[in-house]
């Protein structure tokens, strides 16, 4: 069987489709079957290209959402689940672009904090050990940040974004995406040297 067509599981595919063709003419119940029909099975497919099972249950929640919101779109062109099985591997490769993304922008922002703090650029092995220890106190309070300061802080520092595009995709102005991100950088920085001071210590 070729690997770009889903193999069926529980309920059939003729089951599914006709619970997809109800649903697309407002049947709520026969959505609510048809979402308990294909969530383990999107799950899976999302596991077997990630390899995370938490990162396959965000990209399973984001596909049941676009199921929601699209599936008017599918028209009854083909399988549902083949539909599903697209939707599901276009999300995983989004979902890499955007850990892509978020590695470089972790990367930058380490970079940043050791020019501030007057470290080498090429940093020694214990520099080294202690920008893992940044990232992680970053992650952590990261997630402590009010809303709009974790959102921006997110786009800009994590995922590359500039903050001209996120003023546009926030519908923000400028000047208050900059402001954002200016007391999120100053918060995470501020709680990182007051609880860990030693990580901005230069290397013996």
Same mark, same amino acid.
């Given at each position: 069987?070729? +690997? =770009?067509?889903?193999?069926? /599981?529980?309920?059939?595919?003729? $089951?599914?489709? $006709? ?6 003419a407002g049947?709520?119940?026969?959505? #609510? ?14 596991? &077997?290209?990630?390899? #995370? ?6 990209? &399973? ?13 599918? *028209? ?5 689940? =083949?539909? !599903?099985?697209?939707?599901?591997? %276009? ?12 590695? @470089? ?10 020019? /501030? ?7 020694? =092995?214990?520099?080294?050990? *202690?920008?893992? /220890?940044?990232?992680?106190l970053v ?7 009010? #809303?709009?300061?974790? /959102?921006?802080? $997110? ?11 996120? +003023?546009?995709?926030?519908?923000? %102005?400028?000047g208050t995406?900059?402001? %954002? !991100? ?6 995470? @920085? ?11 210590? #230069?290397?013996?």
């Open positions: 069987m070729p +690997a =770009s067509v889903p193999r069926r /599981e529980g309920s059939s595919g003729e $089951d599914l489709d $006709d619970l997809a063709r109800r649903a697309v049947d709520a119940r026969a959505f #609510d079957a048809l979402v308990r029909g294909v969530h383990r099975r999107i799950h899976r497919w999302a596991l &077997a290209r990630l390899g #995370d099972p938490d990162d396959a249950d965000d990209v &399973a929640q984001a596909v049941l959402v676009r199921l929601h919101r699209k599936l008017d779109t599918w *028209r009854g062109r083909g399988r549902v689940t =083949s539909w !599903l099985y697209r939707t599901t591997a %276009n999300e995983c490769s989004s979902w890499h672009r955007r850990l892509a993304r978020r590695r @470089r922008g972790w990367e930058r922002f380490r970079a940043r904090t050791a020019d /501030e703090d007057g470290m080498s650029a090429r940093e020694p =092995s214990g520099a080294a050990a *202690r920008s893992t /220890e940044v990232a992680a992650i952590h309070y990261f997630e402590a940040l009010p #809303d709009r300061q974790r /959102e921006v802080f $997110d786009l800009v520092d994590l995922q590359g974004y500039t903050p001209a595009e996120v +003023a546009e995709m926030l519908d923000l %102005n400028p995406v900059r402001a %954002n !991100l200016f007391k999120a950088r100053r918060s995470i @920085r501020a709680r990182i040297l007051a609880t860990h001071p030693h990580v901005t210590e #230069d290397p013996p």
